[in-house]
């Protein structure tokens, strides 16, 4: 199925795609085309709930090892324990050995997941040492393996994410023709060679090339932080964003760009509600230990837009819990006039 020829039934004026518009990846259908990142050490379970309730159409696992999930590793196993409110779910997995991945992948369907994902599009040097991530798009005969690998062990659509290249040149066209051949059902492009992690400008011109050669979905992504830059990308051809930073601290990113409204700030009571919500699901899912040590970088996000001092920060990041952080926050803003 090609994103040319799906049921579509919001457009602009002019007839280009909405982000609200429904697309299909494969047998998956979605009410938009919104995607949240998957993010190593942040798209939690609660934070995939998060998203879903700021209506995000697919929203995806961190990158889940594939060798955690076939020896059983506990703390592996719980990144799959999937809820029926966060459906429909990427999981996305990671490694260098196909029948290792397609034993996962099995595992990732078995816990309902909606798709899994491929990642090849990882830098990070703990990953790529061995063999993964990005480390596979030097590699194309495996990468393709692993791929039909996975095709073949799972009956839920697999989507790949891959990056332009690795140091020099750009060499996700040719990658992403051999991986649409070994049955992937969509492609995910984070435009950024592989040497510039996440440095410098996402060159989407990559995106829209992609999208052009290829005949199943490509799901552009990385700094996507606007309403225009994902219409831009919608009008020529990709067919759906991927959003990740720009919504850390900002989940109202997602609903403004469903909207077609550009994201603003909101006020530190809507702020501290939603964030308190979070803090809630954030605590079910890993209990209170866990909990605080994850939420000090979110304190951190969230207060950004209102330029913290230096008090601030240092209290949020010592603060025990949300109760004393939301104290803080408030009585600094009362203090400084931060708001």
Known sequence: ?????????????????????PFGIGSLQLANRLVQAPMAGISGRAF???ARRFGVGLVTT???????????????????????AEQPVAVQIFGSKPEVMAAAARA???ARAAAIDINMGC???????????????ADEE????????????????????????????????????????????AICIHPRLAAQGHRGEADHNVSITLAEALSIPVIASGDIATTGKAT????????AVMVGRASLGNPWIFSDLLAGEESRRRDIDELL??????????????????????LRKFYGWYMKPFRPNAELRHGLFQAENFESAERLIRQQIRQAGLS
């Open 62 to 84: 961190e990158m889940i090892s594939s060798h955690g999930v076939v020896y059983n590793n506990s703390r592996t196993l719980a990144m799959l324990e999937l809820v029926a």
């Open 273 to 294: 509600l939603e964030l308190g919500r979070f803090n809630r699901d954030v605590v079910s899912e890993m209990g209170k230990a866990r909990a605080g040590r994850y």
């Open 48 to 50: 995939r709930l998060q």
């Open 123 to 137: 830098p990070v040097r703990k990953v790529v040492k061995t063999g993964a991530g990005v480390a596979l798009m």
């Open 232 to 239: 831009e990308l919608l009008q020529q051809g990709c067919a």
């Open 1 to 21: 199925m090609t994103h040319t020829s799906l049921h579509i039934t919001e457009h602009f004026s002019d007839g280009t795609l909405e982000i609200r518009a």
């Open 108 to 110: 990732a369907a078995a």
């Open 142 to 185: 495996l990468a393709v393996r692993i791929t039909d690998a996975v095709v073949e062990a799972t009956p839920v659509p697999v989507t790949v994410k891959i990056r332009s290249g690795l140091k020099n040149s750009v060499t996700a066209y040719s990658l992403a023709r051999r991986l649409e051949a070994a049955g992937a059902a």
